[in-house]
């Protein structure tokens, strides 16, 4: 309900001019409450990726709870077909969330992080292509002479494709990151599915080249988005490091949060449409020259998970079937 649907319950007739303070008090309580409750759904994005840094966390730890778990080495198991091919689905593929992450994981499927003994840093931009900000990411990155990922919004494609056709002519990756930035866990597999084809058809229309790489708005998923991401052969990539620059903390807060959080591997989130990102433009030439002058090259992500480590060699052979004990004669 929006703040203007509040007031609406809450305006009764005026009797006196206590009943109106008291009247004043409620609307601006709850138009307070509103904003708050907007500034909660706007920090989602924050928040869900420590949800999903935990998530990657207990899939390591889950051997102990005498359920069947499905670890990485477990999931050698699976046919050896389905093993380390980008373009098709993993079959068969688990339905608990975690096991799911557990498998993509297995398969360099689904990254919060590249190689963490690597001096790479991958830059992503999402929720452009914006006519005002995207052309300047571009024109400092081609004035450092560096790559970067751009998760782009399919709605945004099909306005300015001319903006997402530059960005791969520039050499960088172009990503998908849903048609119009819902949250997917709240839609039906057909909804999700739709959101994601629209807007691989829409990049694929601007330059060719149908993406490999997704990344769920507000970093959020559930068992169903990484279903039909995997069905669709997707990607999913998530950060490591952000600054939230979105939320407008200042030029140097930006630059200092990246800094603070950048590694080796590291996935930075910045932003390039979606809102005012000026502060962004602004801290970006110091974050590159910063964080080259401490030995990091900028890849784009299909770099990076090329660089990946080869998988363990226990999840490159099938397990062997648990042993039988065969009656007494
Ligand atoms: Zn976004």
Redesign the pocket.
Known sequence: MGIEGIESQVVYPRRSARRINRTSLVVTLCAILGLLGSLMLTMT?NLSSIKLNNASITTDTTGTSGQTTLTSAAASALPKSSLVNAQSPIVPFPTLLWQQIAVLQAHNRFLYTGNRYLPEIALTF??GPNPYYTPQVLAILKQFGIKATF?C?GRQVARYPDLVKQEYADGNLVGN?SWS?PNLALLSGSEIVSQINLTSDAIQQAIGVRPTFF?P??GVINARVLAEANLLSLTTIIWNDEALDWTTPGTDVIVSRILNLAADGAIILL?DG?GDRSQTIAALPTIITSLQARGFQFVTLQQMLKDMPDLPASTQTPVSEPTTVSPTP
Do not use: N, S
């Open positions: 994005e999402d929720d998760f919004v990151h930035h990344r708005p507000y932003h979606g």
